[in-house]
Nanobody
């Protein structure tokens, strides 16, 4: 079965950068679309961005130009590079994986497997 393990979260200052990693195991990583979501305290989980099997990416408007998603199929790992972090980026960040259609979807229910989350706190 597929397992996802996020790492790289922590406490940073506004304007800093942080890179999150999502280690994938159990199946063929290259067969999965990968998504990143986040959930701030008291708020709903929201889509941050995703990367298709072919490497195409899509982001929510509030992170465009600041966040970059990539994948390394040789290392079975997806990444979320975050720059110019803001206090409003504070959340628990989750990676998720979905099979079949090579389409990035913002709908969390379409993702089959989830990691445990890694917290990111941005101090202003």
């Amino acid at each position: 079965q597929v397992q996802l393990v996020e790492s790289g979260g922590g406490l940073v200052q506004a304007g800093d950068s942080l890179r999150l990693s999502c280690a994938f195991s159990g199946r063929t990583f290259s067969s999965y679309v990968m998504g990143w979501f986040r959930q701030a305290p008291g708020k709903e989980r929201e889509f941050v961005g995703g990367i298709s099997r072919g490497g195409s990416t899509y982001y929510r408007d509030s992170v465009k130009g600041r966040f970059t998603i990539s994948r390394d199929n040789a290392k079975n790992t997806a990444y979320l590079q975050m720059t110019s972090l803001k206090a409003e980026d504070t959340a628990v960040y989750y990676c998720a994986a979905k099979r079949f259609l090579d389409i990035i979807t913002t709908d969390a229910i379409q993702y089959n497997v989830w990691g445990q989350g890694t917290p990111v706190t941005v101090a202003s």
